[in-house]
């Protein structure tokens, strides 16, 4: 097994430091080793921090980022509900088809890709369709939009519905303050702005996110990423349910640290101040950003492929020239934009302009 | 994060070799990178030798063992069909726990805890369910007891139904032999004789059981763990799903090498003789088995704590004074059993030696 050394510009696994592959690499012990239980308390504890709640069902489910989808959905959905979900790109799809698959009665609005919606456009789709759930992606990591919800939390307690939040690619790139948006649910992914390997899923639940789980008429319908069980190992019962995947739990615990370390405002600035440099650099190479001003994430660069240039030949030879790996377009831009990553410890002046250089050399 | 180096005698995880550690800490790359689709290809081999079939479909899905469980009866059920469990400990209910949570009709068969069914007492059962799908557990984690299963696909495949096999426990520690029993799905874990860290579940699926997933009248009620859509990542397609968790399988891949560069005959031997070993030592100490005789597991010794002795005060000072981690009974046998593993590079004279004079000196 020969792994090449890539510096990962995509839109996520992100390069991973030194010190996380480390951890990763400690002994394995036991799910019910006390030093392993005192390291999940941790986990818990600083997980909040990076979420912005004090909301105590705040862990990491075993699977990535899109298990931690399907864990907000599956718990919180019972078949009938109606769940509204804003659309503008694959992964507010995603958040739809998972959705159907629990039997809700999905409502969709939908904005064209690229763009965000206008925070007005979703309160007066909650006032009129009356959900019990409303779904948002925070950073559309197919289209590199950043929703603004800041307004969205108080008009869904109006309805007394809970409000998901996906931070798949925000948590820890940029302000993401889950108790003062009153969001009810919200899962990420290690493997973006987290630095961390991919193979986990941060999940936080609200109290009354809680209290809806405990009062389903129905069993959750998947075993798996039941949190009515899991919550028992979590939390002080220790009452198993899986074996947890230690080594990846190590591996976020020293993530965890180095965010916190290094100051979540700290960090946020330094990805908007890679973005901007990128962001000048790949103008001047005549690539333009498919996302909507005023919204772009710093850590998800979408740009245009610039005209004449194939998606694919240019690719490819970052990879192999230079073993930098940038994503292709999903979906409405597959072949037409790319995306690059600026994510966690990737968000670096070294990254940016390896890039900026091998793209003007390639392009 | 101090972790100390223990020895895990445990129910999983087992003791992970330096060389696996190694690998699970080499440089993250992209999960659709050249090199790792390489290395995908190259675990499915591997995989597909160690359990002795030629199913294409064959793959390591993102979670732990139950995450596989999970799978496969999330794939194969669809609401109504009658799945008929065999249940002689934990796991045999987590089956029916699960098949129940995707609508299936459960139809169980018990026999007590510690025994082994005769495999004559499930014909009869599948004789008179005319079930559509048959799920037994080959190796029962929370008793220690080796299920035979080789008159059982026969059977099944005349009633056109599937045959389900647990092989968490057994996989690479005992003789798995997928095609030759007409198994149709079949799940293990990478945290017991794989000796890899938690984290990632192999499963195989017969060309019938694929047949039934893709001629179902529903989706999958489980979008993360669908495999009409991951088979399109794993196959030719290259079709992004979920982000694989990418060192998790560097880790897999390493560890199926070391299985098959020691050879899987070997592998057997090396079980049984250090399962011999163990057992005359335990059983001068007067721990007897609880399970039935004739079907002891070799990697999982169920044996009864002595009469007089305190289960939870024993294990903590194997724990403390030894850093030797056993497990405790789960179920029926909680406080009543110890599980004292011996999985894959964990299988060794040196923990058996090791552990027996640890137990001595403590009891």
Chains 1, 2 share one sequence.
């Not at 600083?46 to 990535?64: C, D, I, P, Y």
Request: aromatic share 6%.
């Amino acid at each position: 097994m020969n792994i090449p050394q890539r510096t990962l510009m995509g839109p996520g696994p992100s390069d991973v430091p030194a010190r996380i592959l480390e951890a990763l690499a400690r002994p394995t012990i036991g799910h019910l080793d006390p030093v392993f239980l005192k390291i999940m308390d941790g986990i818990r504890g600083k997980l909040q921090q990076v979420f912005r709640t004090k909301n105590e069902m705040t862990l990491a489910m075993s699977g990535t980022g899109s298990a931690g989808m399907e864990t907000v959905f599956a718990n919180l959905v019972e078949p009938g509900d109606k769940v509204l979900v804003a659309i503008n790109g694959v992964f507010g799809s995603r958040m739809a088809d998972v959705a159907d698959r629990y039997g809700a009665a999905v409502e969709k609005i939908e904005t064209r890709w690229g763009t965000a919606f206008d925070q007005q456009s979703i309160l007066d789709a909650i006032a009129r369709t009356n959900p019990k759930i409303v779904a948002i992606v925070h950073a559309e990591t197919s289209t590199g939009v950043r929703q603004d919800v800041d307004r969205i939390g108080a008009a869904v307690r109006e309805k007394n519905a809970l409000f998901i939040l996906d931070c798949v690619t925000s948590l820890a790139g940029i302000p993401v303050d889950i108790d003062n948006w009153s969001v009810d649910a919200a899962y990420s992914g290690t493997q973006k702005c987290l630095s961390c390997p991919p193979g986990l899923s941060p999940v936080t639940l609200s109290d009354r996110a809680v209290a809806r789980l405990l009062a389903r008429k129905s069993k959750v319908k998947n075993w798996y990423l039941d949190l009515s069980l899991i919550k028992q190992y979590w939390g002080q019962e220790r009452f198993y349910h899986h074996t947890a995947p230690i080594n990846m739990l190590y591996a976020l615990n020293e993530a965890l640290d180095m965010i916190l370390e290094e100051g979540l405002p700290v960090r946020f600035e330094r990805h908007a101040a890679m973005h901007s440099l990128l962001r000048q650099g790949l103008e001047k190479l005549g690539c333009a950003y498919v996302s909507q001003e005023g919204h772009h994430l710093p850590m998800l660069n979408a740009v245009a492929v610039p005209p004449g240039r194939e998606d694919a030949t240019i690719r490819r030879r970052l990879l192999e020239d230079y073993s930098i790996e940038i994503g292709g377009g999903l979906g409405d831009f597959k072949g037409k934009a790319w995306r690059i990553g600026l994510m966690g410890y990737g968000a670096s002046r070294k990254n940016v302009t390896l890039l900026l250089a091998a793209l003007a050399a390639v392009l």
